[in-house]
């Protein structure tokens, strides 16, 4: 059992997030007041991970409505029309964020014409219900991913699926949190994940804290790992998932699919509903985020890199679906995702 939350309402006005980037050596909450300064904390990874970064959106919207319940009518909808564009703008690449913001437009026009502080309660309840529903995804995933565990298994993950970038239990590190709760015991390496470290700073802080046994190593060691030891599998989450079953995820990733499948390992992706973009048929037109050179050419305040040097930095890549055993969502499992066996998997979600 996690004992720290990623994010929740803090009544009467705030939302309280865990500042991940001062994991592992300060746990410390901030409180948001405003849709900007939720954000900002996206932007700048205060609250990062695809379904969480989904939830904090979805907060943003409702911390904003509560903040502006008692302006007029039009007052209330410029406020809020604001709120969905910074929002918006805070990241490309997770579509969770754009899904949350879908629905909490919905239920912002559907009441266009009550009263501001009706609509501002209406809006926050949507907030609770799109928390709720990704921690219930996450345990479903975890249920059908730990079936895909051996007892004993050795595991290989990259950057950080886990509590901290959802609403509670994780995608990836949720099937290995629900396969060791079934009993099974596991050995957990954890690549790094150069440039922001989610790997170092993060999963291990987060698998080390629940007992789960961690191994960190360099991005660069995996290869070798899988060439040198027996790795029974990999379990990553995802940003986007297109309809084609290509998948969008940190950086580095794509290296270790095609590491895994040279060497025989199952590679699999935990995502749930919400990451899947059917608007978009393959890889090739999912927005993939660069950021800030900085963040490559040292860490913090120590630079190492010479002053001025070019940065090729994107937050993250594509592996085609070809190389993606099986995804694990809430819906159950899809071995050898393609456009067919997705659309399969969306319209049985859709009269489930
Ligand atoms: O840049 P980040 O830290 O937001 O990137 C996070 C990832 O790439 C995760 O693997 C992905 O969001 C899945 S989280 C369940």
Not at 48 to 66: K, Q
Not at 237 to 256: H, L, P
């Amino acid at each position: 059992m996690t004992a720290f939350f990623t994010l929740r309402w803090h009544a009467p006005d705030a939302v309280e997030l865990l500042d991940q980037r001062l994991l592992p050596r300060r746990e410390h909450y901030l409180h948001l007041r405003s849709a900007g300064e939720v954000a900002d904390a996206i932007r700048t990874l205060a609250v990062r991970g695809a379904p969480a970064i989904g939830c904090a959106a979805a907060y943003g919207i409702a911390v904003e409505a509560v903040r502006c319940r008692h302006l007029d009518a039009s007052g209330f909808a410029s406020a809020l029309q604001a709120a969905f564009g910074v929002l918006a703008a805070s990241r490309p690449t997770a579509v969770n964020l754009f899904w949350a913001l879908a629905r909490m437009r919905a239920v912002h026009e559907a009441l266009a014409g009550s009263p501001p502080i009706h609509a501002a309660s209406k809006l926050l309840e949507e907030a609770h219900a799109i928390l709720a529903a990704d921690v219930a995804a996450n345990e479903a995933m975890g249920r059908h991913g730990a079936a895909l565990v051996p007892d004993g298994a050795t595991i290989l993950t990259h950057c950080n699926a886990g509590a901290l970038a959802t609403a509670g239990h994780g995608t990836a590190l949720g099937v290995i949190r629900s396969a060791v709760a079934a009993g099974k015991k596991v050995r957990v390496f954890a690549d790094e994940t150069r440039p922001v470290l989610q790997g170092a700073r993060l999963t291990a802080w987060e698998l080390s804290r629940d007992g789960i046994d961690v191994t960190l190593l360099p991005d660069g060691a995996a290869g070798h790992l899988m060439a040198t030891q027996k790795v029974d599998l990999v379990v990553v989450g995802a940003d986007r998932i297109a309809a084609n079953g290509d998948v969008a995820n940190k950086i580095g990733t794509y290296q270790v699919a095609v590491m895994a499948r040279r060497h025989g390992v199952p590679f699999y992706v935990a995502a749930p509903l919400s990451t899947f973009d059917f608007s978009v048929a393959d890889g090739r037109a999912i927005p993939i985020e660069q950021r800030d050179p900085s963040e490559v050419t040292g860490y913090g305040a120590e630079r190492w890199a010479p002053d001025g040097i070019g940065v090729f930095n994107p937050a993250f890549d594509v592996t085609p679906a070809d190389l993606v055993s099986a995804i694990i969502t809430e819906a159950g499992v899809v071995h050898r995702p393609d456009t067919q066996t997705l659309a399969r998997l969306r319209a049985d979600a859709a009269t489930a």
